[in-house]
């Protein structure tokens, strides 16, 4: 991915706890998110496909996301340790943060750890609903899916489940087009890199984790 190398053009890094699926489990969703850059979702491939849990003031430590990775295998046990999809959703980020002109597009999962979350000193905001990201939505395209779906070419994504995922620390900054009159494509335009991580335990025929 190509980036703007001056640095009065970036942004602050904003830190994120996020789940990130193994790549073998979303085969599906990253066929999907091709479908929605052909749509017209100039942001499908803008961010990584993780699901955003927490906005943090700093990263975890590994033995804080070792807790939430066994905290979130505890509620997959009802689905023999899968993760599901459902619908997808658009979510937006609260006032006053880097991202708050954006919002994310992708399919809801059937789990939330907000209030466990909230416990913890470092994180600013919890996700209520966490949802993979399959597309950035900029200021000019929030009504993108109100559109296509009047249309009625909307992409469908079908729903899935996976088991093996990361809990990681995710660092991302945006980048200005350097242009004033064409900031608004930092919505499009970003650099990451993921932290401390580690693998949500192993599901064992519904037994809880040690």
Known sequence: MKTHKNPALKKPAAE???????????KTFENFRQTLFAAGFCGAYSFPPVALLALLSDPLNIDEIRFFAGEIRNL??????????????????PNNTLFEACAFYG?????????????????????????????????????IIEKISALNCAPILEPFSFRAAQLANLSIRQFYSGREANRNTAAYSYEWRFG????????????KPK
């Open 196 to 207: 401390s991580s580690c693998w949500l335990p192993a599901y064992k025929n519904g037994k």
């Open 107 to 143: 399919p809801a999962l059937d789990f939330t750890v907000a209030e466990t979350l909230r416990v913890n000193k470092k994180v600013i905001h919890a996700f209520p609903v966490p949802l993979l990201c399959a597309s950035v939505l900029g200021p000019d395209d929030t009504h």
């Open 76 to 93: 997959s046990l009802k689905n023999e340790g899968k993760l599901k999809t459902t619908g997808c959703v658009q979510s937006g980020f």
């Open 16 to 26: 994120f706890l996020v789940l990130l699926p193994h790549r073998d489990c979303i």
